[in-house]
């Protein structure tokens, strides 16, 4: 059992690589979890892994969101305090929201003008809200009820509650952005086929993701702050997103790893990654 969570065994279900359907080889035992590496292609991923019910238990708990980087972004109230509108959490929040709008303009050649744009993992709504002012026809889908409710009720955004997969969307979406989003799915490669499937043929598709070849990650092993076993259940290289991305008909175009690029604001272990519709051949 973890001491610290509660969660034991029974909690846990063993999976195999989403690509290449084998089980992997330990590299953290973190028990009752396994941080495991597919011994063929590499991809590195949580098994065993909380089950899903268990998983969906975390993402509703109301305090989900709150003392992550995200947490003290986020005001239920009409008029924010000057203390959390200049909180290190949203000046953060800030910056990532204009430097991933801006990279946006600068993938699409130009500003926004009426294109849609979807985001999977919208949380409490901030990014969607900030790409409605920018000019997008925004919609999103997010797992945690109180994040899903937070982006319909108080900033009035169109986000539906629940798994990609199960979500009512139109396809031919010109952008979509999964931010810190796809290591937290049951299935990536499903993932990124269903957002293949609403991208427009030439569309571009924004993430960001926790590296797991990043320096952070590599010189503290067990002590990387965003192992986080229960949640982080995929950790990716720039190599084996490339590899994920093409099996579903995604080519990774761009990679950004600097901290100092506003997209990755201060994130010594994440990237940001472009990626854009493979032609059908
Ligand atoms: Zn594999």
Not at 10 to 31: F, K, M, N
Not at 66 to 80: H, I, K, N, R
Not at 200 to 213: E, H, M, R
Request: hydrophobic share 40%; net charge negative.
């Amino acid at each position: 059992m973890d001491e610290r969570t509660g969660w034991t065994a029974e909690d846990t279900e063993d999976v195999v690589c989403c690509l290449c359907r084998v089980p992997g080889t330990l590299v953290h035992d973190v028990a009752p979890f396994g941080v495991v590496r597919c011994p063929q292609c590499e991809l590195v991923f949580t098994s065993p892994r909380l089950r899903p019910e268990a998983l969906q238990r975390i993402y509703d708990d109301a305090g989900y969101f709150e003392g992550g980087v995200y947490g003290s972004a986020v005001s239920t109230d009409a008029a924010p305090s000057i203390e959390t509108r200049l909180s290190p959490a949203m000046l953060l929040q800030r910056t990532w929201t204009a430097g991933r709008l801006a990279l946006i303009d600068r993938e699409r050649g130009g500003p926004a003008a009426g294109g849609r744009l979807l985001e999977v993992g919208a949380g409490y709504g901030l990014f969607l809200a900030a790409a409605r002012e920018a000019g997008w026809t925004t919609s999103g889908v997010e797992l945690s009820r109180t994040g899903a409710k937070h982006a319909q009720d108080t900033l009035g955004l169109d986000v539906f509650c629940g798994q990609l997969e199960e979500a009512p969307l139109t396809p031919g979406s010109d952008v979509v952005c999964a931010w810190d989003t796809v290591e937290h799915v049951p299935d990536p490669l499903s993932f990124w086929r269903t957002v293949r499937a609403q991208v427009a043929d030439d569309g571009v598709v924004l993430f960001s993701t926790p590296y797991v070849s990043s320096l952070p990650a590599r010189l503290l092993g067990t002590r990387w702050w965003t192992l986080k076993p229960t949640e982080h259940i995929w950790h990716f290289t720039p190599r084996t997103h490339a590899l994920l991305l093409a099996r579903a008909g995604l080519a990774l175009t761009r990679v950004v790893r600097n901290p100092l690029a506003p997209a990755n604001a201060g994130r010594l272990d994440s990237l940001v990654g472009v990626a854009r519709p493979i032609p059908d051949a």
